[in-house]
């Protein structure tokens, strides 16, 4: 087996190796406890289980809804505190050489995450003007009214507007050139393209220099499978940690695909070797948010959560509707429209009880972080003042 990774099978006891190297040094020595090898198996066991399940809970045409995000939160925080239970139970190698090196270097990358999770939180800020102004639109347009044959012009206007406003919230910013233009011809006659960009950055805490892409890249930056010395020599811990990185990338990864963010880039590369079980389900999810992001009307969306992508097209067939000569609500045109209408009120209800518990979930990510690193760090200090 070469030197440079470590290549056995998740069937292999993770500290059998360890065990081989110590009986050929010394074929009396009595085998230790098996209660860390157990904890640190069930921990890899753990992680495939929940993206196996999410794998096969995620759906093919449109994976990346509220619904799903949720659960793969939750699975992250499920594996985070496992992970920090393993760390607190073993923070006695915490110092050790290459320990102290590894858990260090997957701290660092934790913190990349926090940046992540507050652009996150900026995004769904945005997703909630968003769910504002199609309360204007539903309300500008509610046909309730079933003795209304026509729309009054005051309604159209006030529609108009919000459908306006709503396009340029969505414009990625990589394609704010034209895309506005393109889709509201006669709504944009007064509206100077140069001021999108300032719009979108009055939504953004972040620095106009920030960068999702370049933070991703850099928490998978140099990610690889552990040596198998570097195995043995910190009893498998290297390899759980090897595991939480990957999955910190990959759901952050998931995160900036799916919520609107500053520079977004989905370009990052990271593969995880599939002798790892949890590798195959993370993988396959990779592969179909990736086939996603292809599609020719999510290329230059600004998210692909579901939920984005139902707002954009229907208030974009809306804005078509109330931007053609004027049509009764009773023929074909108006029976379409308020079809729209429709879709546009089932998603917005969606928003609005699906946002909230995920933000607190992205919340709960931040200080779950935060709280692991300041528990290892404190150890790591006080060990060295010992």
């Not at 393109?182 to 719009?199: E, L, M």
Request: hydrophobic fraction near 40%.
């Amino acid at each position: 087996m070469p030197e440079t990774e470590y290549q056995g099978s998740f069937g292999r006891s993770l500290l059998s190796l360890r065990r081989d190297q110590v009986h050929v040094m010394d074929p009396t020595a009595v085998p230790e406890p098996m209660s860390m090898e157990v904890e640190l198996d069930s921990f890899q066991r753990q992680v495939a289980e929940k993206f196996i399940d999410l794998n096969a809970y995620a759906a093919d045409d449109e994976p990346l809804s509220l619904e799903w995000i949720g659960k793969l939160v939750d699975s992250f925080l499920c594996c985070q505190e496992e992970f920090r239970v393993i760390i607190f139970n073993h923070k006695h190698q915490l110092h050790k050489h290459p320990m102290d090196r590894l858990i260090e270097n997957y701290f660092e990358r934790s913190v990349k995450a926090l940046d992540v999770c507050n652009a996150i939180r900026d995004g769904i800020e945005q997703i909630r003007q968003w769910q504002k102004l199609i309360e204007i639109v539903i309300s500008a347009l509610d046909n309730s009214d079933a003795s209304k044959t026509q729309l009054g012009e005051g309604e159209i206007n006030r529609a108009k507007k919000a459908l306006i406003d709503l396009a340029i919230g969505m414009i990625d910013e990589k394609d704010s050139s034209n895309t506005l233009a393109h889709r509201n011809r006669s709504f944009t006659r007064n509206k100077d393209h140069n001021s999108i960009g300032y719009i979108r950055s009055l939504s953004w805490s972040v620095s106009r220099s920030w960068s999702a892409a370049r933070q991703l890249q850099g928490i998978g930056h140099n990610l690889a499978a552990p040596r198998s010395s570097n195995v043995i020599a910190t009893n498998g811990l290297a390899l759980t940690v090897y595991t939480m990185t990957s999955i910190l990338l990959f759901v952050m990864w998931v995160l900036v695909a799916a919520i609107p963010c500053q520079d977004r880039g989905l370009q990052v590369h990271f593969y995880f070797p599939r002798h790892f079980q949890w590798a195959v389900p993370v993988m396959s999810l990779h592969d179909k948010i990736m086939e996603e992001s292809k599609k020719r009307d999510k290329k230059n969306a600004c998210g692909l959560l579901r939920e984005i992508n139902q707002i954009e097209r229907s208030s974009r067939m809306l804005s078509e509707f109330i931007d053609s000569d004027n049509f009764s609500l009773t023929d074909e045109k108006g029976t379409e429209m308020k079809q729209r209408v429709q879709e546009l009120m089932e998603v917005c209800e969606a928003v609005k009880e699906g946002l909230d518990p995920f933000e607190k979930k992205v919340r709960d990510v931040f200080h779950r972080i935060v709280h692991s690193r300041t528990e290892a760090l404190d150890s790591l200090g006080n060990v060295h003042n010992q």
